[in-house]
């Protein structure tokens, strides 16, 4: 698994480009990489957000965790360290940083967020548009508690939890008429789950809305469901950035996959 992922990662930065958006015909996507993609986050709100995650990387107490999806760090017993949620579960800082610049500009009315562990990702989300709501869903009790703490201590009053089967939370937003703008998918990392959330998001959304899609070459069966994704009928565009997917609804946009370096 180390082998191929680390092969798959030479590849990617032998053949990504358009690192700062030269080269892009499309003025959407150079605008999109030149100016979100590179865009700063008030260093504040990073410090704030990592000071959080920091006090966790320590913390080895072992909690009750449900089945977090393929790749996760949840033992055979259903628990897991609190430390290793939040190392191998949380984005990096670099990527966060990534998701608040999104949400920023992509963030209204709302965003959708699948798989909130602790909360850092979904922290970051709510830091570029405080003025959305963010819906973030977890099917752990445990890591929602945790995560809605670190929310309180944080100040984030944008934040709206969701704790139980994503199925069910899903239906629930469906009811209520939710139009995202922005959803961050990072709660299962197998295929046919993935497939399901994204085509049950891609119904509610609009041609304005953009979904991230958390390590997509993260195993095998990921990359199959990305391929999957790139062909859908309404997909216009998609971005690669090894470790996260992005993609686009947009119209009048010639249908292209772009390979990034971030």
Known sequence: MFLRGSI???????????????????????ELVSGVFRNKTEPDIV?????????YTSDKTIIQVND???????????????????????????????????????????????GTAIGISTMYLASGRRDSVIYTMEGCLSLSSVAAENFRQAGFENITQM?????ESTKELKDKGVKP?????????RKEPLLKYFSEMADISDTNTVIV??????????????????????????IDLF????VFFRKGISRFHYVIRY
């Open 8 to 30: 798959k990662y030479i590849n990617y930065l032998l053949f990504s480009r358009h690192s700062h958006g030269h080269g892009i015909h499309s003025p959407f996507v150079f």
């Open 47 to 55: 410090l704030l957000i990592e000071n959080i995650r920091k006090r």
């Open 68 to 114: 977090l999806g393929s790749g996760s760090v949840i033992t055979r017993k259903g628990t897991g360290r609190v430390c290793d949620i939040a190392k191998y579960s949380s984005v990096p800082v670099r990527y966060g940083i990534l998701l608040s610049n999104l949400a920023s500009v992509y963030g209204m009315p709302s965003v959708i967020e699948y």
């Open 163 to 167: 704790t139980g089967h994503f199925d």
């Open 181 to 189: 703008g922005l959803v961050f998918i990072d709660g299962n990392h």
């Open 213 to 238: 899609i958390d390590d997509i070459h993260l195993s095998r069966e990921m990359e199959e469901a990305w391929d999957t994704i790139k062909q859908f009928d309404n997909v216009s565009f998609t």
């Open 243 to 246: 470790r996260m997917g992005l």
